[in-house]
């Protein structure tokens, strides 16, 4: 069985250490912890990894984050990857700092990236997990909120929630999303 797991971000190193870059930090260091490591290919960084006999392909695509989807769609068509077996890890404003969320579906939230993929793929029907980043900007200041890099405190937490990110990740291949959602939406 093949699962698709998508780090949201925009490529580049300018954009590497930003919030809106978070699926793409988490994705780095799911792939490291499992010996993999990625290669630029179509529309997409992707690496693949197996964990307890499952194949993990994971990307981020190169598409910049407005028009992931079609990254999405190219790689679960190319892989034979069935929605159901999709996860795509995304920064979320509208959750404090740390607060990770894992959903079955839902709407995009105003994120340009989950906007697209529902565009693309024509469904909300797929697992995200939002990282949330917090939103202490002024109105106005979104795009240079998420943009921007995270601040001392922040940097503090990041690798703890990357960690349980990626035990999430673990658990969503493994047991499957509801399990997955019980053990890890508490609080």
Same mark, same amino acid.
């Given at each position: /069985?093949?699962?698709? $797991?998508?780090?949201?971000? =925009?490529?580049?190193?300018?954009? !590497?250490?930003?919030?809106?870059?978070?699926?793409?930090?988490?994705?780095?260091?799911?792939?490291?912890?499992?010996?993999?490591?990625? !290669?630029?290919? *179509?529309?997409?960084?992707?690496?693949?990894?197996?964990?307890?006999?499952?194949?993990?392909?994971?990307?981020?695509?190169?598409?910049?984050?407005?028009?992931?989807?079609?990254?999405? &769609?190219?790689? /679960?068509?190319?892989?034979?990857?069935?929605?159901? =077996?999709?996860?795509?890890?995304?920064?979320?404003?509208?959750?404090?700092?740390?607060? #990770?969320?894992? *959903?079955?579906?839902?709407?995009?939230?105003?994120?340009?990236?989950?906007?697209?993929?529902?565009?693309?793929? &024509?469904?909300?029907?797929? !697992?995200?997990? %939002?990282?949330?980043?917090? @939103?202490?900007?002024?109105?106005? %200041?979104?795009?240079?909120?998420? #943009?921007?890099?995270?601040?001392?405190?922040?940097?503090?937490?990041?690798?703890?929630?990357?960690?349980?990110?990626?035990? $999430? $990740? *673990?658990?969503?291949?493994?047991?499957?999303?509801? /399990?997955? /959602?019980?053990?890890? @939406? *508490?609080?």
């Amino acid at each position: /069985m093949k699962f698709l $797991i998508v780090g949201l971000g =925009n490529p580049g190193e300018k954009y !590497s250490e930003t919030r809106h870059n978070i699926g793409f930090k988490v994705l780095d260091a799911f792939v490291k912890e499992q010996e993999g490591a990625f !290669s630029v290919q *179509k529309h997409a960084e992707v690496a693949e990894v197996k964990f307890k006999g499952k194949t993990i392909v994971c990307i981020k695509p190169t598409t910049f984050m407005n028009l992931s989807g079609k990254a999405v &769609n190219y790689w /679960m068509q190319a892989e034979k990857i069935a929605l159901e =077996n999709v996860l795509v890890i995304t920064d979320d404003i509208a959750l404090p700092f740390g607060k #990770l969320r894992l *959903k079955g579906k839902g709407s995009d939230g105003g994120h340009n990236g989950l906007k697209d993929i529902q565009f693309t793929l &024509n469904t909300q029907e797929f !697992s995200r997990l %939002r990282f949330g980043v917090g @939103n202490d900007f002024q109105k106005g %200041r979104q795009a240079e909120y998420v #943009l921007g890099n995270w601040n001392n405190d922040e940097q503090e937490h990041l690798q703890d929630k990357i960690k349980i990110s990626i035990d $999430i $990740i *673990k658990s969503f291949v493994s047991v499957g999303l509801p /399990m997955t /959602m019980t053990q890890f @939406n *508490k609080d």
